[in-house]
């Protein structure tokens, strides 16, 4: 009678195969999750910038907040920032044009900095 199953060195062979595996595999998607997550920045700024700049090019005006640009429909709602989990945490850039005051630019509130070591804040 013989007993059918795999020895301890075979499991052990195994594991550190999965182990070599996932050593490769994980730090290439968590890699990659980051990147995708500046892709989704740098598209949220670059269309809140032109809804902004609509809002100025329709009214002669910045809008007041951000969420005036979704009162008026230049945007659906506020994006949240991808980095902060929020559509709180956006940082306001306001004019300096005493006679055209709002919201010129925004930043994301993310104290981090981006793969190519530029803070979000100045993007």
């Not at 306001?92 to 709002?102: F, L, M, Q, R």
């Not at 919201?103 to 100045?122: E, K, Q, T």
Request: hydrophobic content about 40%; proline content about 7%.
């Amino acid at each position: 009678m013989s007993k059918r199953g795999f020895t301890l060195i075979e499991l052990l062979v195994v594991m550190t195969i999965i182990g070599v595996l996932l050593t490769i595999a994980v730090p290439r998607y968590f890699r990659t999750v980051e990147r995708s997550k500046e892709t989704v920045l740098k598209h949220d700024l670059s269309v809140m910038r032109d809804s902004i700049d609509k809002y100025y090019a329709d009214l002669g005006q910045y809008p007041e907040t951000l969420a005036s640009l979704a009162e008026k429909h230049y945007i659906r709602s506020v994006p949240v920032d991808p980095f902060t989990k929020s559509a709180e945490t956006w940082v306001v850039v306001a004019s300096e044009d005493p006679d055209h005051p709002g919201v010129r630019d925004m930043h994301s509130g993310s104290p981090n900095a981006g793969y190519n070591g530029i803070p979000f804040v100045s993007w």
